[in-house]
């Protein structure tokens, strides 16, 4: 607002210094010139050195991204080749454990026994390295790996020494086995001159090509009730409310069967960004550009807590399936943790998450994903023992430039999705971290993603006005939900049977599709 009044400002002066010409060449009072004239210099001045400010901090933006990038890369890369280092030492110990395999005495095989085994500890040893390795930080690795290296050299070192002669005690058990050995008879499966029979006959079916139902959808009904962008939807597990949040400041809970308006909840002091309903139904969580968070009780609508704590927006919210502790991702770049029925904060989950705009945790509680601007999504694994949650380090996926609008996972914890602000779907394989698919077919950011409750499906709802269904496996445009007005699609939802799609948009609507 403020770059567009300097502007209309010096726009003014400029004609008022015209004019102001005009005048002092009339009057012959050069006054009337001179003042408009510096103004103008002055407001053009202003602007230049605003957009020159502007200008520095959009590029130290992309500059850090592109940093922080190239620094993930660089971590990859040195992992990679300490693996490889680690790879060729384990095939050195095969090489170890081909020489002793030899007959010999009693006493000489316990000893060749005692020496295997020591390798399979080495062995375990270094696989307990590589699972490290996934895991710490770069100066953590390679000190861990030089001290496994070390005790493993040793320890090599000193089984060869106490090795026999296997080549000696080899050629000495041959030359006693060879003049006792028996022939071996050799089973007939056919007797001579036999034919044998023929093969049973098996009918092979003809590949068929590969034809995915499309599945219909009809427009139900549009519920109005907000002023501004609807930018975030829940709906309760047993499928009878749903839950709306708009940048009016405002929470709508309405009976999802019939469309009627049951509660309005207006204690937050700016527009609500982001939903979250408990497993068991009881709780509502919202999170609001006032930097706070709200539970409420579902059912009634009463506020029970406000959590204070993050420094700006808070975008996203998930509630783990215990009911026991609530997680919230913030521009302030932090992911904290709260206690659910004593809204106390537990801690910062981490300080340097960036900008969070969405997060994902999967079914279990076990794995939660985090992405925001700078287009890196960060895995951790969290440990629920005891009632609390222990992370462990994160796992970064990076290779995305754009950024991360939205984020979901599959029930299993199988697979991620993440919208990005350029318009594409990007799927991950999480048990390997290797991506699946980029389904590309939207024009806008992807503002929201969901996967489908009894097909492997995925929902996305963009900016451009349109959700639709793809088919996972194969990365195929199933269906495509679109109306007359074309608004920015901020949320979906699917209801917990999966006969209801529920989309809210910048027209400030909640539309809903129903499967035929």
């Not at 004609?15 to 050069?30: D, E, P």
């Amino acid at each position: 607002m403020l770059k567009h009044r300097l502007q209309i400002a010096e726009y003014v002066f400029l004609l008022a210094s015209i004019i102001g010409w005009g005048v002092a060449v009339w009057t012959g009072r050069l006054i009337y010139a001179a003042v408009p004239v510096t103004m103008t210099l002055l407001l053009s001045l202003l602007n230049r050195w605003r957009l020159e400010q502007q200008m520095k901090r959009r590029l130290t933006a992309a500059m850090h991204q592109l940093q922080r990038q190239l620094v993930e890369e660089s971590h990859t890369l040195n992992t990679q080749q300490l693996e490889d280092a680690i790879a060729s030492l384990k095939t050195d110990l095969l090489n170890y454990l081909s020489q002793i395999e030899s007959p010999d005495l009693q006493s000489s095989a316990l000893k060749i026994v005692q020496y295997k085994g020591r390798l399979t500890n080495l062995e375990e040893s270094f696989n307990s390295v590589v699972q490290y390795l996934n895991t710490a930080s770069l100066p953590s690795r390679v000190e861990r790996l030089e001290d496994a290296i070390a005790s493993a050299t040793a320890e090599i070192a000193r089984i060869y020494r106490q090795l026999p002669d296997t080549k000696q005690t080899r050629r000495e058990a041959l030359e006693r086995e060879l003049p006792t050995r028996q022939p071996t008879e050799v089973p007939v499966l056919n007797p001579p001159n036999s034919t044998p029979p023929p093969p049973e006959a098996i009918d092979v079916e003809e590949p068929q090509e590969l034809s995915l139902p499309a599945p219909t959808w009809s427009f139900l009904q549009s519920l109005t009730g907000h002023s501004d962008w609807v930018h975030a939807l829940a709906i309760s597990p047993d499928g009878q409310i749903l839950v709306s949040g708009s940048f009016d400041k405002t929470i709508n809970l309405w009976h999802l069967p019939t469309g009627e308006l049951m509660h309005t909840l207006a204690q937050h002091a700016k527009g609500v960004l982001c939903l979250a309903i408990s497993s068991d139904g009881q709780l509502l969580a919202s999170g609001s550009f006032d930097e706070t968070i709200r539970l409420w009780r579902l059912d009634t609508g009463e506020l029970i807590y406000t959590l204070k704590g993050h420094k700006n927006s808070v975008r996203a919210i998930a509630i783990t399936p215990d009911n026991q502790t609530l997680i919230s991702g913030s521009v302030d770049e932090t992911i904290k943790l709260w206690r659910l029925d004593t809204g106390e904060l537990l801690g910062n989950l981490t300080k340097t998450a960036g900008q969070v705009a969405a997060i994902a945790l999967s079914s279990d509680g076990q794995t939660l994903a985090s992405g925001g601007n700078d287009g890196m999504i960060s895995l951790r694994l969290l440990d629920t023992t005891n009632g609390e949650i222990k992370p462990s380090p994160a796992i970064t996926l990076t290779g995305n430039l754009s950024s991360i609008c939205s984020l979901a996972m599959t029930p299993d914890g199988e697979i991620l999705a993440a919208g990005c602000s350029d318009g594409t779907i990007k799927l991950w394989q999480l048990g390997t971290l290797e991506p699946l698919h980029v389904l590309q077919g939207h024009s806008a950011p992807v503002m929201s993603v969901i996967f489908g409750l009894d097909a492997p499906t995925l929902l996305s709802g963009s900016a451009d006005g349109t959700i639709k269904i793809w088919h996972l496996e194969t990365g195929q445009e199933l269906g495509l939900l679109a109306d007359d007005s074309a608004a920015s699609v901020m949320a979906v939802a699917i209801s917990p049977n999966g006969q209801l799609i529920v989309s809210g948009g910048a027209d400030s609507m909640i539309k809903i599709w129903q499967q035929d």
